[in-house]
């Protein structure tokens, strides 16, 4: 049995790292709010950007010929954006991810397609280059909080492998955020954009209107071909939201645990150290007694 | 100027509204020019560039904006100027400015280079968005 002095030097030891564990679980809480409040900003901006797309692209006489609209008869690469967090201590939050990812790889290979990576996330990064994979592109830095700037770079580098015929496919591969207890990875078609997103249904019709009296300056084909870029790096975004928010909730999570089993340590080391304790006076009387025996005997 | 009606105005990126509220006029850099709009315009789609958007809250206050490229919207009579930032005339941060002019141009660079195709022309109204920021704060 281990000594008295060891079991308080690993009691300390489970208290300080509880410490730190609650703090970390406190600091992710006080963000995760931050971060919910940053995915509820960007629904305007995305739903109004959406009905505009709708809109324009009902004017414009033809469409199909954009670049990001138009899907290949035949796939040969594809394009993986991996996204996740800078650090880990977030329970399954990366390797979920990068399993993911990894399972949609061997797919793509079974197909006899090549599979390029692009890693957002300095967990990501250094995964992939530790198996060695070449990446396509990597971002880092932001994955706490993420600024549209950062989805337009991600958003760019994707629209330039599409656009140059490098890949005939991009998908997005991230932790969504549904509830602070509940996050799921998510895998959504980037590129080529769906054109399904343009065709509205009938209710937004109605909404919107005769379309036919907007004025349009400059004609809609030409403004269509700078939203769908925009349309692109939105999606995108909403996407480092959610796994920011993710990254939080599950980071939450995982500390909570932890500090519960430290506790659980901590209780079952105070009772061996009861014991080991009484124990011991056992003994010590045992020996006096006897002692005393040995004298009166 | 004469009194005009009020009709609601937001001006939206996608980090959040940075004006939301009944305003007399609104002016917004149009890719042709300015465009001005005041209550009961006729529904339009338009580009804008970077620059300067003005809202007219009546009584002669004005607030202005900083803008980037984006979109803007006149639908039953109401205003939504679609934008990649924002930043009250007030509020400019030089240091954050400065930041986005080096990312911009590190990025037209290797446009230039032939390194990447990104759209150039964002890119440019993104260095404007910049320069104009710098400009009102006195920074540059």
Redesign the interface.
């Known amino acids: 049995m281990a000594s008295l002095q060891d079991l308080r030097r690993r009691i300390a030891s489970v208290r300080n790292t509880r410490k730190i564990t609650k703090a970390l679980e406190l600091v992710a809480g006080a963000r995760l709010r931050r971060a919910q409040n940053r995915i509820e900003e960007m629904r305007p901006y995305a739903d109004r950007m959406q009905e505009l797309m709708v809109g324009t692209a009902r004017a414009a006489s033809s469409f199909r010929n954009l670049a990001l609209l138009q899907q290949r008869d035949e796939v040969k690469r594809v394009a993986l954006v991996v996204v996740t967090g800078d650090r880990g201590l977030a329970g399954p939050f990366n390797g979920q991810v990068l399993r993911r990812g990894f399972e949609l790889e061997r797919e793509a290979r079974k197909e006899g397609q090549e599979v390029v990576w692009l890693a957002v996330g300095r967990k990501g990064a250094s995964t992939l280059r530790f198996r060695r994979y070449e990446l396509e592109g990597q971002w880092a830095g932001f994955a706490d909080k993420p600024g549209y700037h950062d989805a337009q770079a991600v958003g760019h580098k994707a629209a330039e492998l599409y656009e140059s015929g490098e890949v005939d496919r991009v998908v997005l591969v991230y932790n969504r955020f549904e509830s602070a207890l509940v996050q799921r990875v998510t895998t959504t078609e980037l590129l080529p954009i769906r054109q399904d997103v343009l065709a509205s249904d009938e209710s937004a019709e109605e909404k919107a209107g005769p379309s036919a009296d907007f004025i349009y300056e400059p004609e809609p084909e030409e403004i269509l071909q700078r939203l769908l870029p925009v349309y692109l790096e939105t999606e995108i975004y909403r996407a480092l939201l959610e796994s920011a928010a993710a990254f939080l909730a599950s980071q939450m999570t995982a500390m909570r645990n932890a500090s519960k089993n430290a506790g659980e340590l901590i209780d079952s080391l105070t009772l061996s150290l009861n014991r080991a304790r009484q124990a011991e006076i056992t003994q010590e009387i045992l020996e006096v007694v006897a002692g005393a025996d040995a004298l009166t005997g | 100027m004469a009194d005009h009606p009020l009709f609601p105005v ?1 001006v ?6 940075a004006f939301e509220g009944d305003a007399e006029m609104l002016i917004v850099p ?3 020019g300015e465009i001005g709009v005041l209550a009961r315009h ?6 804008l560039k970077a620059g300067s958007t003005r809202v007219h809250l009546g009584d002669g206050e004005v607030r202005e904006f900083a803008t980037g490229p ?2 803007f ?1 006149v ?2 009579s109401r205003a ?1 100027a ?1 934008v ?2 924002a930043v009250a005339a007030g509020e400019i941060d030089a240091a954050r400015a400065r930041k ?1 002019l080096e ?1 911009a141009q590190a ?1 037209l660079e290797k446009v230039e280079a032939g390194e ?4 150039r ?2 890119l440019e109204q993104r260095i404007r968005h910049a320069e104009n920021q710098l400009e009102v704060s006195g920074a540059s």
């Open positions: 937001s939206v990126t996608p980090e959040g509204a149009g890719q042709a006729a529904p339009l789609v338009a580009m984006g979109f919207q639908l039953e939504i679609l990649d930032d986005q990312d990025e990447s195709t990104a759209d022309w964002q």
